[in-house]
C-alpha cells in the first residue's frame, strides 16, 4: 500500500486529498499568526504560497514519501488539515502533523482526525513507529498526543528559530505495539496546531 489513502472520514470529520479550491482556505489558516504561534515557520503573506502548498501535496503523493490531507466538519467546511511525512517503508515508521483553524479548536477535532489518520497508516502500511515532534509551549497538542498513547520521548533544545524567537521541542513517538485504535469513550478534547 501506498500513499494517497482513500478519504477517510469519522463521526464528525471528512479527511480528503487537497484540491486547488482549498487555496484560500489554506491561507486563510497558514496566514494566521495565532494559528501558527508555535509553528516552525512565520505566518504566510504571499497568497501563492497556498498553490505552492497544494502542488507540494500533489509531489508527496506522488513520490509516495507521505500525504497532506485537508479536514473538513460535517458540514463541509474546512477547519484543518493533518499530514504524514518522512514515510521510510525500511524503517517502518513516519511523521505526523495537524494544524487546525482556531474556531476549531477545543473540539476534538485533532483527536478524531489524527486517530483516523493513524488507523489507516497502521492498517496500511506495515508501521512500527510514528513520531510527532512540536513546541515544547504547546500543551493542548501535547495532550492530543497523549490521549493518541504517544510517549514523550526527548527534547530538542533551542532547535527553532522563527522570526527571531528561539524555542525548543519535544519528540513523541508511538509504537505499534502501543497502539490502541479503538479506545474506551470519552469525553473529546480539542488541539491546535502541533
Not at 466538519?73 to 517502518?92: E, I, K, Y
Not at 489507516?120 to 510514528?130: F, G, K, M
Request: proline share 7%; glycine share 8%.
Amino acid at each position: 500500500m501506498s500513499f494517497p489513502p482513500p478519504p477517510l472520514r469519522t463521526p464528525r470529520l471528512l479527511l480528503r486529498p487537497f484540491v486547488t479550491a482549498d487555496a484560500d482556505a489554506i491561507y486563510t489558516l497558514q496566514s494566521n499568526a495565532q494559528v501558527l504561534r508555535y509553528w516552525d515557520a512565520p505566518p504566510w503573506t504571499d497568497r501563492s504560497r497556498a498553490d505552492a502548498f497544494i502542488a507540494s501535496c500533489r509531489a508527496m503523493e506522488e513520490d509516495d514519501s507521505g500525504a497532506r490531507l485537508a479536514i473538513e466538519n460535517h458540514d463541509g467546511r474546512f477547519v484543518g488539515w493533518c499530514a504524514m511525512f518522512r514515510w521510510n517503508p525500511t524503517f517502518r515508521s513516519l511523521g505526523i502533523g495537524y494544524c487546525f483553524e482556531e474556531a476549531a479548536w477545543g473540539q476534538g477535532y485533532a483527536t478524531e482526525a489524527t486517530r483516523a489518520m493513524l488507523r489507516w497508516a497502521y492498517e496500511s502500511l506495515d508501521l512500527n513507529r510514528v513520531e510527532a515532534e512540536l513546541d515544547t509551549r504547546n500543551g493542548p497538542s501535547a495532550r492530543v498526543l497523549e490521549k493518541l498513547g504517544f510517549v514523550r520521548e526527548g527534547l530538542r533544545r533551542e532547535d527553532c528559530i522563527v522570526s527571531g524567537e528561539v524555542s525548543d521541542s519535544w519528540i513523541y513517538g508511538l509504537l505499534k505495539r502501543d497502539w490502541n485504535p479503538d479506545p474506551a469513550p470519552g469525553p473529546a478534547a480539542g488541539s491546535r496546531a502541533a
